[in-house]
């Protein structure tokens, strides 16, 4: 946060980009501008798998924000793994990422986009972004006993 009289630099211009060229070090260095774990090999693991991805990019290049758009290859898209770089957050980024990610998703003839978050998120899908509250399931894979039986 800029002292009283400081000036702080953001972007004037952000390229936002639907499936645009990214590297899995550009996706690591990303993710741990804002304190994320990284872990490398990520990308190239699973950018195959995925419908699409919106990638936000300063003039000079520099990637500030992606979000990842899986799907079950007919009516439902799944938001994964939003990010915006620590500098350019809570200046619209991660909702005109989102925003993008919803229009080409409906492209592709998706019907629904899910997206689940810690619930500190809640404002920003729900107010920025246009979500509405569901039930939902979740079953956390590492805490479960499995039967071979």
């Not at 419908?51 to 290049?61: H, I, K, N, Q």
């Not at 925003?99 to 080409?104: E, L, Q, Y």
Request: glycine share 12%; hydrophobic share 40%; aromatic share 10%.
């Amino acid at each position: 946060m800029a002292a009283t009289g400081e000036t702080v630099e953001v972007a004037t211009s952000i390229r936002y980009k639907w499936r645009g060229k990214i590297t899995d070090a550009e996706l690591l260095a990303l993710t741990r501008s804002h304190g994320g774990s990284a872990t490398q090999g990520w990308w190239d693991q699973i950018q195959i798998h995925s419908l699409g991805w919106v990638s936000a990019r300063t003039d000079e290049g520099l990637l500030i924000g992606f979000v990842n758009v899986a799907w079950d290859g007919g009516d439902h898209a799944f938001l994964l793994d939003t990010k915006t770089h620590h500098e350019h957050q809570h200046h619209g980024v991660g909702t005109e990422l989102v925003s993008v990610a919803v229009r080409n998703a409906k492209a592709a003839g998706c019907e629904w986009v899910h997206v689940d978050f810690e619930p500190r998120l809640g404002p920003f899908y729900f107010d920025a972004c246009g979500f509405k509250r569901t039930e939902a399931g979740l079953v956390h894979l590492p805490t479960i006993c499995v039967s071979s039986g």
